[in-house]
Every structure is written in C-alpha cells, then in structure tokens.
C-alpha cells in the first residue's frame, strides 16, 4: 500500500533529506585521486551520525557499509573499501540514506574523478538531465507510467540504456515503500499520483546496454558488458505547492 504523507510527516523528512543529502555533499568533497571508497564511507558515517541520524544502509539486509560506492561499471551497491582506490577519470557513484525521528532520506549522485573522458561528462549529465524530466511528471492525476516513460525517453534520446533491473520506489518509514518507480513505462500507465506520495526517484543508466549483473561479494551490480554507469537520485515529495526535493542541497 502507498503510504501518503501529511504536512508533519513531510516536515520530519525535510530534515532527513536535508542530513542526507549534506552528508553526500561531503563525501563528493573528499572525491579525489587516491582515495578509498572506504575513507568516503567513514566521512559519511561520521556526518550522518554527528547530526544525530542513523546511515540507512549500514546493516540493511546485511550490508556492510553506510554508503553504496560504485566505480565505473559498477551500477549500484558497491561495497566500501579500503583496497578499493579512486584513479583519476573514474567516475564514482556515491549513494547515501539517512533515518532520524523516523524516516529515511535516499540520494545519489555521479562523481568524476579528475578528469573524465567527454562520453562519461555526457553520461553524468544524462542522468541528471532524465531526473529533471521524471520530476516534471509527478504530479496530481499523472501515473508512475509517466515518471519512468519520461526517464527512458531523455535516455534513449541521449544514445543510453536504462537499467531494467533495479528501480526507484517510495520512501518514509520504510527505506523502500510502494510503489515501486521504474525507470522506463508506460504513459498513463501505474498507479496514479497524488499530494503527500514520496519517492525515491533515481535513474540508474549504462553506456552499451541495459543489462546488469550482480558480482561473487552478494552486492555489487555491473554492466554486463563492462561499459560506464550514471546513477542521479533524490527524495522528492508532492505537495500541494508543488514538487519539494528533500535530499537536494548542492
Ligand atoms: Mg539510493
Ligand atoms: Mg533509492
């Protein structure tokens, strides 16, 4: 079931998408050659937990980290370490969630690493970009159809493949909530949006092909034909003044 929020509930997960969305703000100031995944992993715990909050992700179905770190190919749900090293003209994907006085914030972003080839510019862009569109759809009487139909044409357009696999998805006292949130759909299709929904909306995109594999570690999700991944992704609530982005901050 679709767990609508009122105005206090979206209240209190203002200040978990705020925590989370500074907390990954953060951790995309330590990006940097050199670097472990495991170092960014610890800024954001130490972030989270100073403001009072929990990482959503530590211990989730057993994950070992506070934040997913996916380098390159790797779609989602890379697991932080401190073998694993940033090298300049990698792109990083740092996926972050935050729960305080009962909800949980959700966002991610694409992060390049010195400098990046102009195909990895033009892919982190691309997800961005797909998200904007997405966001101009939910509203009062659209269908999720309309978020994930919106998604995968700007993808399409830009010469990219959106991952079927894995998903956007309501959010609040749950990490994930209905309904789910594909990034590819129908128009007019899914249930129908209204005020008080929040969801997690995050297009995952690949370079050569929407397929995805998941590695031996039980976690981390690659393209199947090793080709680069962007990952943009927000908590945004409907209300009755509109479109609120609780995890944007930069
Ligand atoms: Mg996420
Ligand atoms: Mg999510």
């Given at each position: 079931?679709?767990?609508?929020?009122n105005?206090?509930?979206?209240?209190?997960?203002?200040?978990?998408?705020?925590?989370?969305?500074?907390?990954l703000?953060?951790a995309?100031e330590?990006v940097?050659?050199?670097?472990?995944?495991?170092?960014?992993?610890?800024?954001?715990?130490?972030?989270?937990?100073?403001?009072g909050?929990?990482?959503?992700?530590?211990?989730y179905?057993?994950?070992?980290?506070?934040?997913c770190?996916?380098?390159?190919?790797?779609?989602i749900h890379?697991?932080?370490?401190?073998?694993?090293?940033?090298?300049?003209?990698d792109?990083?994907?740092?996926?972050?969630?935050?729960?305080?006085?009962?909800?949980?914030?959700?966002?991610?972003r694409t992060?390049?690493?010195?400098r990046?080839s102009?195909?990895?510019?033009?892919?982190?862009?691309?997800?961005?970009?797909?998200?904007?569109?997405?966001?101009?759809?939910?509203?009062?009487?659209?269908?999720?159809?309309?978020?994930?139909?919106?998604?995968?044409?700007?993808?399409?357009?830009?010469?990219?493949?959106v991952v079927?696999?894995?998903?956007g998805?309501?959010?609040?006292?749950d990490?994930?909530?209905?309904p789910?949130?594909?990034n590819?759909?129908?128009?007019?299709?899914?249930p129908r949006?209204?005020?008080g929904?929040?969801l997690?909306?995050?297009?995952?995109i690949?370079?050569g092909?929407?397929?995805?594999?998941?590695?031996?570690?039980?976690?981390t999700?690659?393209?199947?034909d090793?080709s680069?991944?962007a990952?943009?992704?927000?908590?945004v609530?409907?209300t009755?003044?509109?479109?609120?982005?609780?995890?944007?901050?930069?």
């Amino acid at each position: 079931m679709i767990q609508i929020k009122n105005a206090t509930q979206i209240q209190a997960m203002k200040k978990a998408g705020r925590i989370t969305g500074e907390a990954l703000l953060t951790a995309r100031e330590h990006v940097r050659p050199g670097v472990s995944t495991k170092y960014l992993d610890d800024v954001i715990r130490s972030y989270i937990e100073r403001a009072g909050a929990k990482p959503s992700f530590l211990g989730y179905a057993g994950f070992p980290g506070s934040a997913c770190i996916s380098i390159n190919d790797e779609v989602i749900h890379g697991i932080p370490s401190a073998k694993r090293i940033l090298e300049e003209g990698d792109i990083v994907k740092i996926d972050v969630g935050a729960f305080i006085d009962g909800f949980h914030g959700d966002s991610a972003r694409t992060i390049p690493v010195g400098r990046v080839s102009p195909e990895a510019e033009r892919l982190i862009a691309a997800a961005e970009e797909s998200f904007r569109r997405a966001v101009e759809q939910f509203k009062e009487g659209n269908r999720i159809g309309d978020i994930g139909a919106a998604v995968e044409g700007c993808v399409s357009q830009a010469g990219y493949h959106v991952v079927r696999k894995y998903i956007g998805h309501g959010i609040g006292h749950d990490l994930h909530e209905s309904p789910d949130v594909p990034n590819f759909g129908t128009p007019g299709r899914g249930p129908r949006i209204c005020c008080g929904m929040t969801l997690a909306i995050e297009p995952m995109i690949n370079v050569g092909t929407h397929l995805v594999r998941e590695l031996d570690d039980g976690w981390t999700v690659v393209t199947e034909d090793g080709s680069l991944s962007a990952h943009y992704e927000n908590t945004v609530a409907l209300t009755p003044d509109g479109v609120i982005n609780l995890t944007q901050v930069d």
